[in-house]
């Protein structure tokens, strides 16, 4: 979903975003939160909820409070106060569902530290943000050289400057607790700017850097996923995954998000199957669960020394066979209870509705090209006819 500026323009070309990210719509920000209250009235004339959610660089969000009564809407780009000086940011959410994002995310409305937002900005003040956020991409390109210099094993993946250019925020990610007293010197000396350090995890950083997932599609954690649940290795077994690292692990290098969407359903319909880790005792041999199949309700099994021939049963006939061993009786075998399920036919028979003879009636495949034929002089001169001819 996009607003009408990033919309395609003449012959197809994409027209891009025109607002600087502030659109009226705010179809471009990130981790947005659509406002299904803002064409209604508040009942019995109450007032509307003071306060309001601006967004910053890369998605990063904070409430703050209209104590000076203005006329806000989504998009609008405000200045707000700061712990030192103001910074500049634009309004994604306004009204009571900023009172339900607050006591979701357990912000007090009456805390120590309660900022407020200034005014709307002015062109002055757009001018100075926009101005220092041109310098973050040649500042973080030093700030790596400066941090390799200094033998520091942390990587720096993001900088954000304040909106009146007076602070930058240098996000880093590391492994280990990294002592960047010095670095700090350094960065102080060569930007001449107030100076702030903030670790961040894994998946923090591609949630702020963003990016294309394996499905092609935007990552959850930069466009919607504003919580991160513990993902395991369990979550690939239950789904029966290949536990390849390459293929499961996402963008930050931890295991996808994803992992964690269907796996109350595995969850669910595993419970309707016999555990796997119960043998199915037979007249034949013992036989083992290699694998199962919860979308067709199919368990294969292969008997102890034959691993190479599996035999697929239904989970209600392992039940079945399951309860019989209870009561210490044994089946003569796994082939007597071997169902084999018809599969549907997938093929799909086209029909001719335009009244088409075929669709290759174009393609020459296999004609040979004609020779042009080859004209005849008129002036040239004829054989001489055979002497018995002429005689008869």
């Known amino acids: 979903m996009g607003c009408n500026s990033c919309s395609t323009g003449k012959d197809g070309q994409p027209k891009g975003c025109k607002n600087n990210g502030t659109c009226g719509t705010d179809s471009c920000n990130k981790l ?7 064409n209604m009235n508040l009942p019995n004339g109450e007032k509307p909820f003071e306060w309001v959610e601006v967004r910053f660089k890369n998605g990063r969000k904070h409430y703050y409070k209209n104590t000076e009564n203005l006329t806000l809407a989504i998009g ?9 000086g103001h910074d500049v940011g634009a309004v994604t959410l306004t009204g009571e569902l900023v009172r339900v ?7 007090p409305l009456n805390g120590e530290e309660i900022y407020k937002i200034y005014r709307k900005a002015s062109q002055k003040d757009i001018d100075i943000w926009i ?5 973050e991409d040649k500042m973080k390109v030093r700030a790596r050289r400066f941090a390799i210099d200094l033998n520091l094993k942390m990587k720096i993946s993001d900088i954000e400057y304040q909106g009146d250019g007076s602070k930058a925020t240098f996000y880093y990610t590391a492994e280990e607790r990294v002592d960047f007293r010095e670095l700090i010197k350094v960065f102080a000396r060569e930007f001449k700017t107030r100076i702030e350090m903030k670790q961040v995890g894994f998946r923090q950083e591609a949630a702020r850097l963003g990016g294309i997932g394996s499905c092609g599609r935007e990552l959850c954690c930069s466009t919607w996923l504003t919580d991160f649940r513990s993902v395991s290795t369990a979550a690939a077994r239950y789904q029966q995954l290949s536990l390849n690292p390459l293929k499961l692990a996402g963008q930050c290098g931890k295991l996808k998000c994803c992992l964690n969407y269907e796996l109350d359903t595995y969850l669910e319909a595993i ?8 043998k199915l005792e037979t007249q034949k041999g013992t036989a083992v669960c290699q694998k199962t199949d919860i979308f067709k309700g199919i368990m294969w099994y292969a008997y102890e020394g034959e691993w190479a021939n599996w035999h697929k049963i239904t989970k209600d006939q392992a039940k079945e066979i399951i309860a019989l061993n209870k009561t210490n009786k044994k089946v003569a075998s796994l082939e007597e209870f071997a169902s ?3 599969e549907e036919d997938t093929k799909t028979d086209f029909e001719n509705v335009v009244g088409q003879d075929s669709l290759t009636r174009f393609d ?5 090209r004609k020779k042009p034929k080859r004209r005849r002089n008129k002036n040239r001169r004829r054989p001489p006819q055979n002497k018995k001819n002429n005689a008869k």
Request: aromatic share 10%; hydrophobic share 35%.
């Open 32 to 38: 947005t939160v659509f406002d299904w209250l803002s």
């Open 76 to 84: 609008d780009v405000v200045a707000t106060q700061a712990q030192y």
């Open 101 to 107: 994002q607050m006591k979701r995310k357990k912000i």
């Open 131 to 135: 101005e220092a956020r041109e310098k």
């Open 271 to 278: 419970n309707k199957f016999p555990k796997t880790d119960i």
């Open 340 to 342: 084999e399920l018809l």
């Open 364 to 368: 020459n495949v296999g004609t040979k």
